[in-house]
């Protein structure tokens, strides 16, 4: 009887290892959530998607980026923020898509 609750036991236990593996594969889906992750960018930015940054909101975060002179600020239909800005003594168009990433082009 003992061997046969521990049995029960052991293959009751290692179940567990299971279900506490989760896949953490990264996605380049454009309809993931944003998520704040500063450090690390989005291979397929600016990722097209809703954008919740207002126009102030946008250029702010272009201009803390390190971009100055922020003009022509639009959002696309796209819902990516396109503008023209310099950054280093180039001129360059920067875009911002809705999970805050920040592209120049």
């Given at each position: 009887?003992?061997?046969?609750?521990?049995a029960v036991a052991l293959v009751g236990a290692s179940t567990f290892?299971?279900?506490?593996?989760?896949a953490t594969t990264p996605?380049?889906?454009g309809d993931t959530l944003a998520v704040a992750t500063?450090?690390?960018?989005?291979?397929?930015a600016p990722v097209?998607?809703?954008?919740?940054?207002?126009?102030?909101?946008?250029?702010?975060?272009?201009t803390e980026a390190g971009?100055?002179?922020?003009t022509d600020l639009v959002l696309d239909d796209?819902?990516?923020w396109q503008a023209k800005a310099t950054k280093d003594g180039k001129a360059v168009s920067v875009?911002?898509?809705?999970?805050?990433?920040?592209?120049?082009?």
């Amino acid at each position: 009887m003992k061997k046969l609750l521990f049995a029960v036991a052991l293959v009751g236990a290692s179940t567990f290892g299971a279900f506490a593996q989760t896949a953490t594969t990264p996605t380049t889906d454009g309809d993931t959530l944003a998520v704040a992750t500063p450090d690390t960018k989005n291979a397929t930015a600016p990722v097209e998607g809703a954008n919740s940054f207002t126009e102030d909101q946008a250029k702010e975060r272009i201009t803390e980026a390190g971009y100055t002179g922020v003009t022509d600020l639009v959002l696309d239909d796209k819902g990516v923020w396109q503008a023209k800005a310099t950054k280093d003594g180039k001129a360059v168009s920067v875009a911002l898509d809705y999970q805050g990433n920040i592209v120049a082009k």
